[in-house]
């Protein structure tokens, strides 16, 4: 089976920063990959050239099979990739993404916040739009808001109709940056419960999350991301409950130590 996303060899650099060096990564269909690791490991910008949020500086990213970007040789007589905008179009109409912050259209309804990219990007009747955002609203638990502005709603129900939005769109991966970090802590069950029920359907996801245990329960695969590098690599018992390398020890332990005593009766 050809996989959904091939990444080799990923390199990005903001002027002498270089933010990830070297990363391999390949995502079967219906696979859940987790990316975990301290803050300015990469994980956000290794998502956001997935869907060439940020364009790669070297390297190569296969989507379905089909290498993105054209070959250019430069005057030093290197080659490298440029990415037109028109390609860029079709890409991240089959890469769905859902941020920390909702984004979402405060004069629109949800109903039309849902709808917009199918009307205006996949070029759907104004009808089928509908009844897509409708169906996809459903799937997060909200068709019944589907008439309110998103000022009226909670955080997580903006995530979830922003979780909407981006599958409207009919994605073959979605990407998860953070989705719950944005969140009053009472919120974010309902966010990732919305998303554990998407990995059980069979979605194809790249989730950031610094919530552990959910990284465990949903995950086929927890990479843990260190100075631009994919430092480990594993199923969940491997990464998080037996660890290999060090500096993952270390990483797992900062996220354990407030844990409430159990007290004896």
Sequence with gaps: MEPILKIEDLHKSFGRLEVLKGIDLTVNKGETIVLIGSSGSGKSTLLR?????????QG???????????????????????????QLCKVRTQVGMVF?????????????????????????????AEQRALQYLEKVGLADKSQSYPARLSGGQQQRVAIARALAMEPDIMLFDEATSALDPELVGEVLLAIKELRDEGMTMIIVTHEIGFAYSVADKILFLHHGKIHEAGTPDEVLVRPKEQRTKEFLAGHNQFQIPQHSE
């Design 49 to 57: 050239c997935v869907n060439f949020l940020e364009l790669p500086s």
């Design 60 to 86: 190569c990213i296969y989507l379905k099979g089909i290498l993105q970007g054209t070959e250019k040789s430069m005057k030093s007589g290197k080659t490298n990739r440029v990415y037109h905008e028109s």
């Design 100 to 128: 920390q912050h909702f984004n979402l259209f405060p004069h629109m309804k949800v109903l039309e916040n849902v709808m917009e990219g199918p009307k205006t990007v996949l070029r759907i009747s104004q009808k089928e």
